[in-house]
């Protein structure tokens, strides 16, 4: 079956402007998790989706992010005012939402910041 | 504080000979333990998980890992190598504190020579 899927695969911007990345879980997967992954680091959590509502969202590093999964499927970071420092692969991850569970990434958006 | 650690950067190993991957861990509670693969330019594929029960888990791609409780550690293990097993391992611990999220060491480069 389709895995998790993420648009854009590649995404270059400049200091200061917004974007959205958009992320597509596994159908009939109730969580839905957002990482960020830096050169040379493991991937760091973001935030986690249950259902609609954000159930832990103490990754997000400051108020320029914010996430949103309106419907309890696709889910939408936004990164406002970007910032160099936010260049990173952002993963998506998506799991059934009972522990235990497993959590299958996507292939990821490499976010570049000029 | 919870953590993973994989002290090692990169693994060297010959095609046909056994590998090890190295992980140690510290977490509250009981230990939730996965390993997962990254491929170049491509997200993370999940390989196995300990939950509970045998200390020896098998996954994927003729994979395994032991879960040592006393040593705090879960060594990836794979009986004899192939090239195509080079990539970047991951071995990740469920934060039991916060709930669900995988806080995730910083990677092992795996390289198999033919």
């Known amino acids: 079956g389709a895995g998790v899927s993420q648009t854009p695969s590649n995404k270059v911007t400049e200091k200061g402007k917004y974007v959205e990345l958009r992320c597509d879980p596994i159908s009939g997967h109730t969580a839905l998790y957002w990482y960020r992954q830096s050169l040379g680091q493991g991937p760091e959590f973001l935030i986690y989706?249950?259902?609609?509502?954000?159930?832990?969202d103490s990754g997000l590093p400051n108020d320029r992010f914010f996430a949103v999964r309106p419907e309890g499927s696709v889910s939408t970071l936004k990164i406002q005012r970007t910032e160099r420092g936010d260049s990173a692969v952002y993963l998506c991850?998506?799991?059934?939402?009972?522990?235990?569970?497993?959590?299958?990434f996507g292939p990821g958006t490499r976010l570049t910041v000029l | 504080a919870q953590s993973v650690a994989q002290p090692e950067d990169q693994v060297n190993v010959a095609e046909g000979n056994p590998l090890t991957v190295k992980c140690t861990y510290s977490v509250s509670g009981n230990p939730y333990l996965f390993w997962y693969v990254q491929y170049p330019n491509r997200g993370l594929q999940f390989l196995l998980k300990y939950i509970t029960g045998d200390n020896l888990v098998k996954g994927s791609y003729g994979f395994e890992a032991e879960f040592n409780k006393s040593q705090t550690s879960f060594h990836l293990k794979k009986p004899s190598a192939l090239v195509s097993d080079s990539a970047l391992y991951f071995c990740?611990?469920?934060?039991?504190?916060?709930?669900?999220?995988?806080?995730f060491g910083t990677g092992t480069r795996l390289q198999v020579f033919p």
């Open positions: 991850a998506s799991s059934l939402g009972t522990w235990p569970d497993t959590q299958y």
């Open positions: 989706f249950q259902g609609t509502g954000a159930a832990d």
């Open positions: 990740a611990v469920r934060d039991n504190v916060n709930t669900d999220k995988l806080i």
